[in-house]
């Protein structure tokens, strides 16, 4: 037995070595993963200071564009005055040899005026009447300003046709006023045809290019959108890193601190069997009887009664098959047959009972609900103490029923048959197994893994019965994976009052919606939320 001892003591060295190195090399991956997420970070800044930046020159170009579109409006407006100066150029120049032939008939007026001392006075007047229709129809075939400058010639011929040299001078004035506004209008329509096109050409540009910096933005948020999604998924792979290097070193640390307790144990068994120390269990036997002390309280209970002696509460030293050194435990011979003290769950001090879902269905085996390590050591005040405590017993001792204790005050016990073996085995062995806000109220939920429950007392508590008696004790009762991911909610031991697996309540209380939280002892709550009540503890026994 020294040497399997001896060899088992040069494997836990050798999984304590590899632990160490597989931690440290998550915790490299956890470095590199922050190196990538820095990298992404600066560069999502570089592409969000390019995308403001485009985004301002947008807005500008925009800006210059409508401006544009509104000197393009007023441009149509030059262009509508250019077309109707041309209109008027055209009208000037009907005018002008309007007024051409005016003259020319003017002048035949004259000639016969000189004739007229000569010739028959009839003509004379045919001609003057012939002029003078002339002036009419040309003044009603003008523009009106045109015409009413016609229409004070017609006025000066009618009164003395013997003027005709003021008439031939307003005709001349006529012609001139008209050639100036002909030339106005012309360059009327040369300069406002040129802004219009100006105007145009300008709002053509501008408006491209505001078009062209409007799918620079989009492609630059595009590119800023991609950078934010590896930001996240770097973000992401960083809190995978993180998270599994956390859990790597809590393993890591765990089982160290397992390690160190499983060493000084098996070197103290080692010195024991080569004569060094000697065993006596704490009724006083004989030290080398110590090798045949009782696996349990419910043995030294029962082999009590049969020799017909009484048995106390108290310190007891048990060997069991899993454990071959002797080691104390705390018994309550109070509740026949005996039930062994293996746990204590406490509200009052630091949360030691805690866990995650990094074993996925299994939850986190390095945990203290699943791992062989031991918490504390057992003394006289063990039970009436507020403080979390774990028993080699957990670990170790068969059992088939299950007491739980409220501030050292009985609470609920099972029927024998609820398990089969240790409470560590057990626990081992289980799964979180419910579908998605299962029924707990009876024992149909065999997801529970139910007990019936044979005795409870109706203590007001916080976390298993809430001041009512309770049917069934469930034992690692939780929504297995894939089935309320977002809002997955687990407890080690709960009763039927919890009534849906939704509640995260009871000892060992765990709920994961955007990040796992688990607390010793859960309250009924959709999360896990521990008691406010510091004074809160339970006591866990086996038998």
Same mark, same amino acid.
């Given at each position: ?17 590899? $632990? ?15 190196? $990538?997420?820095?990298? *992404? ?109 016609? &229409? ?5 011929? +009618? ?9 031939? &001078? ?31 050409? *300008? ?41 599994? *290097?956390?859990?790597?070193?809590? !393993? ?14 098996? !070197? ?11 065993? !006596?269990?704490?009724? +006083? ?58 746990? =204590?769950?406490?509200?009052?001090? *630091? ?11 299994? /939850? &986190? ?10 918490? /504390? ?22 059992? =088939? ?24 085995? =057990? ?7 419910? +579908? /998605?806000?299962?029924?707990? !109220? +009876? ?64 000892? /060992? ?35």
């Amino acid at each position: 037995m020294l040497a399997s001892l001896e060899a088992n003591m040069q494997k836990l060295t050798a999984t304590n070595v590899a $632990l160490k190195a597989v931690s440290d090399k998550a915790a490299v991956s956890a470095a590199a993963a922050k190196d $990538l997420l820095d990298a *992404a970070s600066a560069d999502l800044a570089t592409k969000k200071a390019s995308m403001e930046s485009s985004m301002a020159a947008s807005v500008v170009a925009s800006k210059q564009c409508s401006s544009d579109t509104d000197a393009e409006i007023a441009a149509a407006a030059l262009k509508t005055q250019a077309i109707n100066a041309a209109k008027d150029t055209s009208a000037i120049d009907k005018e002008l040899a309007l007024i051409a032939q005016l003259k020319a008939k003017l002048v035949e007026l004259t000639n016969v005026k000189n004739l007229q001392q000569t010739e028959n006075l009839q003509t004379s007047r045919d001609v003057e009447a012939g002029f003078t229709q002339a002036v009419i129809d040309a003044a009603d075939s003008v523009r009106p300003e045109t015409a009413l400058v016609l &229409q004070s010639l017609q006025m000066v011929a +009618g009164r003395d046709f013997q003027e005709t040299a003021q008439i031939n &001078q307003l005709l001349d004035q006529l012609i001139d006023k008209l050639q100036k506004e002909k030339t106005l209008k012309e360059r009327t329509v040369v300069t406002n045809s040129e802004k219009a096109d100006s105007s145009t050409k *300008a709002k053509s540009s501008s408006c491209a290019a505001s078009d062209a910096k409007k799918q620079e933005v989009i492609m630059l948020t595009s590119q800023y959108d991609n950078a934010v999604l590896k930001v996240d998924s770097r973000g992401q792979e960083l809190k995978n890193a993180n998270t599994e *290097a956390a859990s790597v070193l809590k !393993s890591f640390t765990d089982f160290q601190a397992s390690f160190e307790s499983e060493k000084a144990t098996m !070197s103290g068994f080692m010195t024991y069997l080569s004569g060094g120390m000697k065993c !006596s269990a704490s009724s +006083g036997s004989p030290a080398e009887k110590a090798e045949d002390a009782p696996a349990s309280c419910s043995a030294i209970y029962q082999a009590a009664k049969a020799a017909g002696k009484s048995v106390a509460d108290g310190l007891y030293t048990i060997k069991t098959a899993a454990v071959p050194v002797p080691f104390q435990v705390y018994c309550d011979m109070s509740q026949a047959p005996g039930y062994t003290l293996v746990a =204590t769950v406490a509200n009052g001090d *630091a949360q030691q009972w805690t866990y995650n879902s990094a074993d996925g269905d299994r /939850g &986190q085996m390095s945990s203290l609900w699943e791992n062989g390590a031991t918490l /504390g050591s057992v003394s006289e005040n063990t039970p009436s103490t507020n403080a979390d405590f774990k028993s080699m017993a957990f670990n170790s001792v068969i059992g =088939t029923s299950i007491m739980i204790k409220y501030k050292n005050s009985f609470m609920l016990s099972t029927n024998s048959g609820c398990i089969s073996d240790s409470l560590h085995n =057990t626990l081992n062995a289980y799964r979180f197994a419910c +579908g /998605g806000s299962e029924d707990l !109220s +009876g024992a149909s939920a065999v997801c529970g893994h139910s007990c019936t429950i044979k005795r409870s007392e109706s203590f007001n508590d916080p976390a298993l019965l809430h001041g009512s008696s309770a049917s069934y004790l469930y034992i690692k009762a939780g929504e297995k994976d894939g089935v309320q991911d977002t809002n997955k909610d687990r407890a080690y031991f709960s009763t039927s009052n919890r009534g849906n697996v939704d509640y995260a309540e009871g000892l /060992g209380s765990y709920c994961y919606q955007s990040s796992g939280k688990s607390n010793d002892i859960g309250i009924r709550n959709d999360d896990s939320v521990r008691p406010s009540d510091t004074s809160v503890y339970y006591t866990i026994w086996v038998q």
